[in-house]
């Protein structure tokens, strides 16, 4: 069964950092782009960061560029997301989700890990 299990969120100040991790199972990400959403209460879902199966092309959204990075190991089947100089606008749920290469949708999708950042 094909699964994504988030791990790595908590309660982080301003200025800290936090690697969130997505553990892919029954598929392997060589065929799979992995992206990064968010969603805050009472707002709507937003793409944060993605990478692509094929020649790891990285995208991300305007807010987190030069905070972020996303990277993958396709040996351990993991994707992650690294969070430096988190503001409280960062705080959210992540969630990781897959998509199959030539396919316009995220097919897959985590339960989410919660990021608080707060002083």
């Known amino acids: 069964q094909v699964q994504l299990v988030e791990s790595g969120g908590g309660l982080v100040q301003p200025g800290g950092s936090l690697r969130l991790s997505c553990a892919a199972s029954?598929?392997?990400?060589?065929?799979?782009?992995i992206g990064w959403f968010r969603q805050a209460p009472g707002k709507e879902r937003e793409g944060v960061s993605c990478?692509?199966?094929?020649?790891?092309?990285?995208y991300y959204v305007d807010s987190v560029k030069g905070r972020f990075t996303i990277s993958k190991d396709n040996g351990k089947n993991t994707v992650y997301l690294q969070m430096n100089s988190l503001k409280p606008e960062d705080t959210a749920v992540y969630y990781c989700?897959?998509?199959?290469?030539?396919?316009?949708?995220?097919?897959?999708w985590g339960q989410g890990t919660q990021v608080t950042v707060s002083s």
């Open positions: 029954g598929f392997t990400l060589d065929y799979y782009a």
């Open positions: 989700a897959a998509r199959a290469s030539g396919s316009s949708g995220y097919g897959y």
């Open positions: 990478i692509s199966s094929s020649d790891g092309n990285t």
